[in-house]
């Protein structure tokens, strides 16, 4: 198992290494809620996506630029201020909130099923094993998160703290050790993150 993990680490890319870097830069930056976690997301996407290409995992790369697209998004919303002086609060999901993120999750699975089908359709040892549903559901539950964190929700860390427990042996399994690391490491982030977006959501509901 050491040597394959010590292999898997000589066989990283810098490519791969520059976008884990910047990806943890991004968790940090995001657990600080600091707008700062989407241009150091971007450039983590924008270069998993040129990954992804040269890996020939097109449906992967296809998530990613979706996540570009997420992050764009993401970027504008804590750019905007509700009133001239006072920015975007973080606040826990409502009602509507939990609608919303249940079709977001359901609608995200079924998508992304039928494009791993469309570019994975004469694969049938792919279909074989569980990774394209276990990717599926991973995928689905960080869109939702990503939706969340955009709108500044402190449930968005559940997601990703569910998502980097399930993504820590699944890229490792896919040969991506480093990846896998920086998994950890988000995990590690996300509850920290978690704690502290509470703890300033009760703060800020206190002082209102």
Known sequence: MFETLYQNLADTSVLEIIAVI???????????ANIWVYPTGIISVLIYVSICFDAKLYAD????????????????????????????PITF?????????????????????????????????YWATNVPYIDTFTTAIFIVGMW??????????????????????LYFYKGLVFTSLQFFIFLILAVM????????????TQIA
């Open 193 to 204: 993150g978690y704690l502290e977006w509470r703890r300033l959501a009760k703060k800020q």
């Open 22 to 32: 910047f990806g943890l830069l991004s968790v940090w930056y995001a657990k600080q």
């Open 148 to 169: 969340q964190m955009a709108m500044k929700k402190v449930e968005n860390w559940i997601f990703w703290i569910i998502g980097d427990v399930i993504s820590v042996p």
């Open 93 to 125: 999901l409502g009602r509507k909130d939990y609608y919303v993120s249940l079709g977001m999750f359901i609608f995200s699975i079924i998508f992304i099923i039928i494009l791993l089908k469309y570019f994975k359709a004469d694969d049938t040892a």
């Open 61 to 88: 790369m296809g998530i990613n630029a979706f996540y570009f697209v997420m992050s764009v998004y993401g970027w504008i919303m804590w750019s905007r201020k509700v009133d001239e002086s006072h920015e975007r």
